[in-house]
């Protein structure tokens, strides 16, 4: 017979972790109107209007908007696909942006079969998620994307389609691919491949390749002005008063070690601990790393516990360090921290492993 105790502590745990979520996400909307919500989408919006006028969506590499983070750099897919939201006030679609967000990463938590409502109040509580709301930025799109690769790893157009659209809108979760060649999905890997070449080459020519030949120059420039400043190992390197070429170094060495463990687990029938190496080589070879990335870690998460424990809180020790930037001090390494423990209790061996009907 269960504990009265039991049911009072889940009770109550539930009560606060809504509470918060619940407080967290009004404030939020509190902010609807001022440039607070939405910053990263208010980007793509910029873009999209660019591409609606007949324009680029991209500055030239040497703006100064490059510098400051506000420049729209992702592949043209993204503002493509925002072009209708281009006909409503700027405010309103940053607001649009904000729920599509919550939404997706809702989203990926449900698609992955967690049902514990004080997993998606935890999730919506932590540091990387309220960032991600707050830019209203295509990681949590991200999230579910890759929560989608999983739940439809048993077919093959479905899964290439999924992973094929997720790469060619942001490039740093191209381990999928290697995830889904090294558990033997070949024709998944492949045509996941020419699928992410063909939408990448597509939605250039719809653009009438505006900004191609300056694009490497642009992303460049780009890592050169942030790179030192985010949580990525060139970050890291730079906070710890180091080359950023030991950055680099530890970036391949990591990233590489993570995609071998990807091929050797995969090969010896282990699915899900293949698949949470992938997701973690993503991070590991973004030059460019900021706490919203880390939202695509609550997939292998809820994977491994997808019943709440304090695991699901350890992503909220990120509300200790900026989200702006790498901060000083601690702070620095507590992404890295963050990372290492998901991806301990991720690898971990455990009876409590989410095991959602897969699609068919």
Known sequence: MRSPSLGWSRLLSTAVLVGAAAILLVGLLSAAGSERLGHDFRAYLIAAEAIRDGGSPYPSPESQIVDEGRAYVYPPLLALAVVPLTTVPTDVGAVVGFLLALAALVGALAVVGVRDIRCYAAMLVSAPVWNALEMANFSAAIALGVALAWRLRSTVWPLALTVGIAVSSKLFVWPLVVWTAATGRYRASFLAAIVGVLVAALSWTMIGFDGLTEYPALVDRLADALAGDSYSFIGLADALGLDPAAGRVAMFVVGGSLLAACVALGRAGDDRQAFTCAVAAGLAFAPILWQH????????????????????????????????????????????????????????????????????
């Open 293 to 360: 990335h880390l939202v695509i870690l609550f997939v292998p998460l809820a994977l491994a516990r997808p019943r709440f424990s304090a695991w699901w809180l350890l992503p909220s020790v990120l509300w200790l360090g900026p989200r702006a930037s790498h901060g000083d001090g601690f702070e620095p390494v507590l992404v890295a921290g963050v990372i290492a423990g998901i991806l301990y209790v991720s690898l971990a061996r455990t009876r409590e492993v989410a095991t959602p009907v897969q699609a068919t």
